[in-house]
């Protein structure tokens, strides 16, 4: 027999009320992008890539238009095959979403739930607090050490109830990269039944010699899953296109209960050409790791700290929330829009995503000449 579930309702009995779960959640903020009487807008909020689509992705999707009335291919066959061959990975074990944030969302209801704890880190991508708040879990955010996950706090963290860990692999908003030998000192120290998901939606750019994504560990157990994004180097934020490389057993699960064509037709042949564009990711790779360095470079000359980065982006600290708060609204005042990162417990710091050259370049003289005064 299935047990009644009482929820409390208004005194009056007027309207329906949500789950107390969903009230406790604080809506995600996506990052501005405009700004009022401002007409030339450099966005450097939301960490998109630096150069926008691939052309071989706009051309697929103009392609398209004229199919726009049939469905798309509900298991994203042609997607996962493609993935397969580009990363030497299983299709069968590659689950697609509309942007990877579905698939944290399925993992949290999937594996978390009511009387279920989800770890991640004190400054971690907040869809992990919302997605596992939604589901019932309990998130337990653990301290960093240096905007850096600490694998001795997050396994001292683990509980009997723990049933997931993410780690932003590596991190947003901070930037900051775990060692491979700690990611695997993570991964050994839980239990087995703690799934253990990597997202890794900035791999492309990385540079750290002994960096891994996932691969390595999910084929190495039943317990890992690694999160991939065609959001950030691939140009295809607006098209919402993320894709998981996970265990076939978890693969199956998240597949009984995805949306039933949640990856749309022009997303899924976007993300296929993007994937077939020739030198596109060395290309963006090349450009981030040149203007990463120069951007921080010349932001520390002016007296800005900024934190290691292995993304295309930048934690810039200003030590205090006010100097923060007077940055972001002299860098809005030349047009250029930052994000800022209270929301992540870091009021003192400020997001910045590695544009072209010339963003670069106007987010220097607009910086400096703050700190000037």
Known sequence: MTETVMRPQPQDGSRPLPRDAVMQIHAYVAGEAKIPGVNRIIKL?????????????????AK?????????????????????????????????????????????????????????????????????TFSGAR??????????????????????ETRIVFVAHPNNPTGTLLPQSEVDRLRAGLRPDILLVLDSAYAEYVEAADYDAGQKLVDAGENTVMLRTFSKVFGLGGMRVGWGYMP?????????????FNVNLAAQAAAVA?????????????????????????????GIKVWPSEGNFLLTDFATAEKA?????????RGIIVRGMAAYSLPHCLRITVGTAEECGLVTDALSAFMKG
Not at 139 to 145: A, C, G, M, N, Y
Not at 250 to 258: F, G, P, Q, S
């Open 45 to 61: 909020s939301s960490n998109e890539g630096a150069f926008g689509p691939p052309p071989a992705a706009q051309a697929a999707y």
């Open 64 to 132: 398209v238009a004229a199919d726009l009335h049939r469905y798309p291919d509900g298991g994203s066959v042609g997607l996962r095959k493609a993935l397969g061959a580009r990363w030497g990975l299983d299709p069968e074990r590659i689950v697609c979403g509309t942007g990877s944030d579905e698939l944290i969302s399925l993992i949290c209801h999937v594996y978390g739930g009511p009387g279920a704890d989800i770890l991640m880190s004190a400054h971690g991508f907040t869809m992990y607090d919302i997605a596992g």
């Open 139 to 160: 998130v337990i955010k653990v301290p960093e050490q240096n905007v850096t996950t600490d694998v001795s706090a997050m396994l001292a963290a683990v509980t009997p």
């Open 248 to 260: 076939a057993s978890v693969a199956d699960a998240l597949n009984r209960v995805r949306g039933v």
């Open 274 to 302: 993007a994937l077939e564009e020739p030198g596109w990711v060395e290309k963006c790779r090349a450009h981030n790791t040149e203007w990463r360095a120069k951007l921080a470079a010349s932001l520390e000359a002016v």
């Open 325 to 333: 708060k007077g940055a972001d609204a002299f860098l809005k005042s």
